[in-house]
């Protein structure tokens, strides 16, 4: 996806087998996207990325979540809680539980 919102995600465990497809990560993007507003004054920012980690239980609800770079680093503790209402607001997220070592622990991108 492009700027205004979350980007493909990458699963950070979990063989081949059990990582998300492109189909799957476009759910999870969509499904992010919505409750993602950008900080103002880093949506203002040209390059502006937010890289959040976040946990997930069987059941695609948000264990954990936490911002590991923002581009812009007088933003971050802005980035930090819009990404966090985003992932926490928009779930519980329905991913194959049979894929679960694949995204039990996620890498999303943020861009305004």
């Not at 999870?28 to 390059?47: E, K, M, Q, R, Y």
């Not at 819009?82 to 329905?94: E, K, L, M, N, S």
């Amino acid at each position: 996806m492009g700027r205004g919102g979350a980007q493909r995600s990458i699963g950070t465990a979990g063989a081949d087998a059990n990582r998300l497809t492109v189909d799957e990560l476009d759910y999870l993007v969509g499904a992010i996207t919505p409750c993602w507003t950008a900080p103002p004054g880093l949506a203002l920012s040209p390059a502006a990325l937010v890289v959040m980690r976040m946990d997930l239980a069987i059941d695609g609800s948000v264990l954990d979540a936490d911002v590991v770079w923002v581009s812009d680093r007088q933003y971050f503790q802005a980035s930090k809680d819009a990404a966090r209402r985003a992932v926490f607001g928009c779930g519980p997220y329905a991913l194959p539980a049979h894929k679960y070592e694949g995204w039990k622990s996620i890498t999303i991108n943020f861009e305004p």
